[in-house]
Nanobody, 114 residues
Framework: QVQLVESGGGLVQPGGSLRLSCVAS????????IGWYRQAPGKERELVAT???????DYADSVKGRYTISRDNAKNLVSLQMDSLKFEDTAVYYC????????WGRGTQVTVSS
């Protein structure tokens, strides 16, 4: 069964950091690009970071310089290091394949609040 499991979210103060993890079952990741998305209340889901099989990365302007995406292909693991968090980073974060999406996982909640 195809499955994505996100974890690592939580409550953090502005300026703080969190590290999210996405683990996939089977060979979901394979040679595919993998992306981290987020969906804030009342807003559409947006793509914030992607990483190719070889490690090439791309970021949305809103997170560039603050977020770092990485992957461990042997472990089917993609991580998102989030630093200098802002109130507007509050959202549910998901991972998926941008070019060949599969059923979404449950996501992990990130709340930035003082």
């Amino acid at each position: 069964q195809v499955q994505l499991v996100e974890s690592g979210g939580g409550l953090v103060q502005p300026g703080g950091s969190l590290r999210l993890s996405c683990v996939a079952s089977g060979t979901i990741f394979g040679f595919n690009h993998i992306g981290w998305y987020r969906q804030a209340p009342g807003k559409e889901r947006e793509l914030v970071a992607t990483i190719g099989f070889g490690g090439n990365t791309d970021y949305a302007d809103s997170v560039k310089g603050r977020y770092t995406i990485s992957r461990d292909n042997a472990k089917n693991l993609v991580s998102l290091q989030m630093d200098s968090l802002k109130f507007e980073d509050t959202a549910v974060y998901y991972c998926n394949r941008p070019f060949e999406p599969i059923p979404w996982g449950r996501g992990t909640q990130v709340t930035v609040s003082s």
